[in-house]
């Protein structure tokens, strides 16, 4: 149900022209979806509480979308 979810947030900026990529939809999402699961996990291997786990998150996601934009 995630990737659905980032799907259609993703089809959605794609409809109203906020971003731009050669990628399909759902391989965007994937790419969000993973890169939040490897760093949650990466974190959590190196004895990182949960509540450290937000602002890297956040920040990679911002720095991907400015890679997609338009």
């Given at each position: 149900?995630?990737?659905?979810?980032?799907e259609?947030?993703?089809?959605?900026?794609?409809?109203?022209?906020?971003?731009?990529?050669?990628?399909?939809?759902?391989?965007?999402?994937?790419?969000?979806?993973?890169?939040?699961?490897?760093?949650?996990?990466?974190?959590?291997?190196?004895?990182?509480?949960?509540e450290?786990?937000?602002?890297?998150?956040?920040?990679?996601?911002?720095?991907?979308?400015?890679?997609?934009?338009?």
């Open positions: 149900i995630e990737l659905v979810i980032w259609g947030v993703i089809k959605n900026a794609r409809e109203k022209g906020e971003i731009k990529s050669s990628m399909t939809d759902e391989e965007i999402a994937k790419i969000f979806i993973y890169l939040s699961d490897g760093v949650a996990m990466h974190l959590i291997f190196s004895g990182k509480s949960i450290t786990m937000i602002d890297p998150i956040l920040v990679l996601w911002d720095k991907l979308y400015e890679q997609i934009k338009v």
